[in-house]
Nanobody, 115 residues
């Protein structure tokens, strides 16, 4: 049984930073892709950033230059460093991972940016 757990969300002021962590646990042979999505109230879930097993990354235009996705220090973790946060970044952030060919979602972590 594979589980994804997000952490690091919280309430910050505009211009500040947060680091989110996605931790995968369970029976894992290989992690093929890890993505961060977010969903604001009344809006569709959108892709924020992703890292593929070869190391390539992709970002939504709205976060390019401000967010960075990377492998975490701990095994089977991926971080999302969010800098220069804006009120429009307020959302529930979800981790999604392709592990051994199957898709998994975390439960989400709330990020609130006040103006």
């Amino acid at each position: 049984q594979v589980q994804l757990v997000e952490s690091g969300g919280g309430l910050v002021q505009a211009g500040e930073s947060l680091r989110l962590t996605c931790a995968a646990s369970g029976s894992i042979f290989s992690i093929n892709k890890v993505s961060w999505y977010r969903q604001a109230p009344g809006k569709k879930r959108e892709l924020v950033a992703q890292v593929i097993s070869g190391g390539s990354t992709n970002y939504a235009d709205s976060v390019k230059g401000r967010f960075a996705i990377s492998r975490g220090i701990a095994e089977n973790t991926v971080d999302l460093q969010m800098n220069s946060l804006k009120p429009e970044d307020t959302a529930v952030y979800y981790c999604n991972a392709v592990i051994d060919g199957s898709y998994y979602w975390g439960q989400g972590t709330q990020v609130t940016v006040s103006s």
